[in-house]
């Protein structure tokens, strides 16, 4: 027992010397401190905020989603692309309109506006979480989400990209999904600039509107 309490004393002694030594060296040597903590990395702030998503945000986010996804692009531009040859046939063929036909020719090119508009309270009404509120914090390891019913997290590995638009930030996990993030949320919760720069930080597809 007297031995173990002599090592750990002796341990003790070692550490504190240790620590005197690297103080000296750093008040001596200001670029040692420096290297140390670029071996050790950027110190991230932990960012948090909760966000909510109100009918017509989650609208609007589904319309702004799409310009990313080529599928989405594709599937999109199928109804709009039949309106634009029946007004070029009918336009040919000097066809005089009828009401029906302008409604058909309408919802062609309105056909991803009006699904979302149809589809989207079923949704919501299918799955009332999705409307939130949602607690997002994120930090070194990634991205956690949480509410009363549920908690998860993300590592940034799984993060493929990062877009923005006028209205909100997406961070892609598929090609055709993304976690979103109104900025007026973003803004009113003084982080905007943070997450940017953290984005900036862990992941290299980043293409932001602002600076």
Not at 99 to 104: H, K, P, Q, R, W
Request: hydrophobic content about 45%; proline content about 5%; glycine content about 4%.
């Amino acid at each position: 027992m007297i031995d173990k309490l002599r090592l750990g004393e002796r341990g003790k002694i070692a550490s504190q010397s240790t620590a005197r030594e690297l103080f000296y060296a750093v008040h001596r040597q200001p670029s040692l401190l420096t290297g140390i903590l670029q071996k050790r990395g950027p110190i991230v702030q932990k960012i948090e905020l909760e966000i909510s998503f109100p009918f017509w945000t989650a609208y609007w986010a589904n319309l702004q989603i799409v310009r990313w996804s080529l599928l989405q692009i594709v599937a999109s531009a199928v109804f709009p692309l039949v309106g634009l040859s029946l007004v070029l046939l009918w336009i040919t063929d000097h066809h005089i309109l009828e009401t029906s036909e302008v409604i058909l020719v309408v919802a062609c090119l309105l056909f991803k506006p009006l699904v979302t508009l149809l589809t989207l309270p079923l949704a919501r009404r299918k799955n009332p979480l999705s409307a939130g509120p949602f607690r997002y914090a994120f930090d070194s390891d990634g991205i956690h989400v949480s509410n009363n019913d549920f908690n998860m997290s993300l590592k940034w590995t799984a993060i493929l990209k990062v877009r923005e638009s006028r209205s909100f930030l997406f961070l892609f996990v598929s090609p055709g999904s993304a976690h979103t993030f109104p900025l007026d949320q973003l803004r009113a919760a003084g982080v905007l600039n943070e997450l940017r720069d953290l984005c900036r930080l862990k992941l290299t597809d980043v293409q932001f509107r602002g600076r």
